[in-house]
């Protein structure tokens, strides 16, 4: 497609279970981007790929996130045993490669019961 | 204290106003600078991507950048009802900086434009 493509874009989940969201590029872009937005919090960066390697992962908030990208393509976002404070808008951006032009999905709202 | 500081608004303006937008910030290595509209429910649209000081203009949105300052700017004229959105000013740094890889939002304006 032509833009950055995520799914699923709303996810309802209870404590306590994994979720995998996942984010589609757009086509040629190396560098891709995982965000977070809350009411309180703004948007906050999670964690960087080039390729397939995540050279900056010091957003990524506990060790029960952690994230993946295969093919130089799609990446996937996994949250394991979610707690309430998970819930949050969940963004993917990327870009032809770094320090150049970052362009969103329309996110992943996830709500933990 | 924020690295990015921004105004939240809500910022109400007539039909056909000249809107300002503002940011400031202490991040000196900051390098990049841009400016994304957020409709409801949606991701972050980019409007204008700058680099250093300067103006940019584009279509009826021109971006300034006072680095000197910290400062930057995004004027919108001739405002319309469909530019009822929250702004947000991003911005990042060269790669040796170890600000490159990643945008530092500030906060959102929330604009209503209205008849």
């Known amino acids: 497609g032509a833009g950055v493509s995520q799914s699923p874009s709303n996810k309802v989940t209870e404590k306590g279970k994994d979720v995998e969201l996942r984010c589609d590029p757009i086509s040629g872009h190396t560098a891709l981007y995982w965000y977070r937005q809350s009411l309180g919090q703004g948007l906050e960066f999670l964690i960087y790929f080039q390729g397939n390697s995540a050279p900056d992962k010091s957003g990524l908030p506990s060790d029960r996130f952690s994230a993946e990208r295969t093919g130089g393509s799609v990446s996937t976002l996994t949250i394991q045993r979610t707690q309430q404070e998970d819930s949050a808008v969940y963004l993917c951006?990327?870009?032809?490669?770094?320090?150049?032009?970052?362009?969103f999905g329309d996110g992943t709202r996830l709500s933990i019961l | 204290q924020k690295e990015v500081e921004q105004d939240p608004g809500p910022l109400s303006v007539p039909e056909g106003a000249i809107v300002s937008l503002n940011c400031t910030y202490s991040n000196s290595a900051f390098q990049y600078f841009m400016w994304y509209r957020q409709y409801s429910r949606k991701g972050p649209e980019l409007l204008m991507y700058?680099?250093?000081?300067g103006n940019k203009e584009d279509g009826r949105f021109t971006a300034q950048v006072d680095k000197s300052s910290k400062y930057i700017s995004l004027f919108i004229r001739d405002s319309q009802p469909s530019d009822s959105a929250t702004y947000l000013c991003a911005m990042s740094g060269q790669i040796n900086t170890g600000t490159a890889s990643k945008l530092t939002f500030g906060t959102g304006t929330r604009l209503q434009v209205t008849l």
């Open positions: 951006a990327s870009s032809f490669t770094i320090n150049q032009p970052q362009h």
């Open positions: 700058t680099y250093s000081s």
